[in-house]
C-alpha cells in the first residue's frame, strides 16, 4: 500500500539514495538537491515546505515537495495555491502504478489543507516530459497557458471552488 509519511532521520538516507533514470535527470533535481532547497525555504522564506516519503509498505519509494503559496506572492499563480515543488518514484519502482498511487495520497493531502486553504494544486514540467503531462492530465491539471522563468509549463487542477 503506497502512502505518505514524513522524512525523519529514520527514512533521509533512504530518501537521497532515490534516483532516477538517466533520460529523466534533465526533468526532475536530486532528492539532494531538492531537499536542500526544502531546507532553505523552511529557514528563510514565506512558504514553509511540505516534504513527504513515498512509501510502498515499508520501502521508501519516492519524495514529495509541495508548498502553500499565495496568490499575492506569485506571478503564475492567480488563486491561492498548493505547488508540487517535486515529485518522482525512484527508478527501480517506476513501471508499476507507483507514481498513479503515490499521486492519489498527494491529492488527498492537499485536500486536508496543512497550511491553510487553496483553490488549486498547481505545479510545472519539462514540455517535453511527456510522462509528467499524461500523470498529470490524467488528474484533471489543465495547462494554463503560462511557461516559467525556467521554461516549464504550469498546469493546475481546481480543488476548492
Not at 500500500?1 to 533520460?23: A, G, H, P, Y
Amino acid at each position: 500500500m503506497v502512502e505518505l509519511r514524513k522524512i525523519t532521520w529514520e527514512n533521509f538516507n533512504d530518501c537521497l539514495s532515490l534516483d532516477v533514470t538517466d533520460d529523466q535527470k534533465n526533468f526532475i533535481d536530486s532528492n539532494v538537491y531538492a531537499l536542500a532547497q526544502a531546507y532553505i525555504a523552511a529557514t528563510n522564506d514565506k512558504f514553509p515546505p511540505i516534504a513527504y516519503a513515498i512509501y510502498n509498505d515499508q520501502t521508501v519509494i519516492g519524495l514529495v515537495i509541495l508548498v502553500h503559496k499565495y496568490a499575492k506572492d506569485s506571478k503564475y499563480y492567480h488563486e491561492n495555491c498548493y505547488e508540487v515543488v517535486s515529485f518522482m518514484i525512484g527508478k527501480q519502482f517506476q513501471g508499476k502504478g507507483y507514481g498513479k498511487e503515490a499521486f492519489a495520497r498527494v491529492i488527498d493531502i492537499i485536500k486536508t489543507f496543512p497550511e491553510g486553504k487553496a483553490k488549486s494544486v498547481c505545479l510545472s514540467y519539462d514540455p517535453m516530459n511527456e510522462t509528467a503531462r499524461r500523470l498529470y492530465a490524467s488528474y484533471g491539471f489543465i495547462e494554463t497557458g503560462s511557461v516559467n522563468d525556467i521554461g516549464e509549463v504550469v498546469a493546475k487542477l481546481m480543488i476548492n471552488k
